[in-house]
């Protein structure tokens, strides 16, 4: 087994665990394993990725989505410093898939493919955020943002194109499960646990992997 898999199979296995432990009569098998997955990520890009400017960027990511992890497994009062925890964890996605990515006008044609999801789930969520509109849509917006330059950096010289394909399914997965997690915890619609979770973890491994690929 070379180290991918290794680890792929680690952070799978804790995936697992982690949703799997989302029931009441199991749930310190959950508080353990949650924050697990993006504890190895973080291990295996310091220990695999090429040292540049992106793969610290990355790391700072995780790092922030760690905080997230345990924070959202706290009482409900500690939601918004979990929210705040994400939205750095997303600026410093942005940045990092920036660094390479250049900017040119014609990239803002990119800017359509989450800005229309985007506006979909504010659209749903505004009549059941109150309070919350404010920080909530800044932090959609930079979610539509991250994924734009993520998509952005199709053309760029220094990315391959397996650097791209990893970070644009880590960005569509990540959008996912926030869209998915906010809509079961606002508007109340039912969504399956590993429907939310799994995508996340999903979305992790992708990013993490556009730096090593």
């Known amino acids: ?9 680690a952070v799978g296995a804790c995936s697992v665990l982690a949703i799997l432990g989302k029931h009441p009569s199991r749930m310190p098998l959950h508080w353990g394993c949650k924050p697990l997955p993006v504890l190895l990520l973080i ?7 090429p040292p540049a400017p ?9 790092g922030w989505s760690l905080v997230g ?39 803002l044609g990119w800017l359509a493919i989450p800005g229309v999801p985007a506006l979909w789930v504010l659209r749903t969520l505004w009549p059941h955020i109150g309070k919350l509109r404010g ?3 800044f932090y959609v917006i930079t979610m539509a943002v991250m994924v734009w330059r993520i998509l952005a950096r199709w053309d760029a010289p220094d990315v391959s194109t397996a650097s791209w394909l990893w970070a644009t399914i880590g960005g ?18 039912a ?23």
């Open 54 to 62: 992106t793969t610290t960027w990355i790391v700072i990511a995780l």
């Open 172 to 189: 569509a997965c990540f959008m996912t499960s926030d869209s998915l997690l906010a809509l079961r915890r606002f508007a109340k619609i």
């Open 135 to 137: 920080p909530i849509t």
């Open 69 to 107: 992890d345990v924070v959202l497994m706290m009482p409900q009062r500690f939601f918004v410093l979990g929210l705040l925890a994400f939205l750095l964890g997303l600026v410093s996605y942005t940045i990092g898939f920036s660094l390479n990515g250049g900017f040119t006008p014609m990239q």
């Open 191 to 213: 969504v399956p646990y590993p429907l939310e979770l799994g995508p996340y973890f999903a979305a992790q491994w992708c990013l993490a992997a556009a730096v090593w690929s």
């Open 43 to 49: 291990t295996a890009v310091c220990l695999y990725a």
């Open 1 to 9: 087994m070379d180290a991918p898999q290794f680890w792929a199979l």
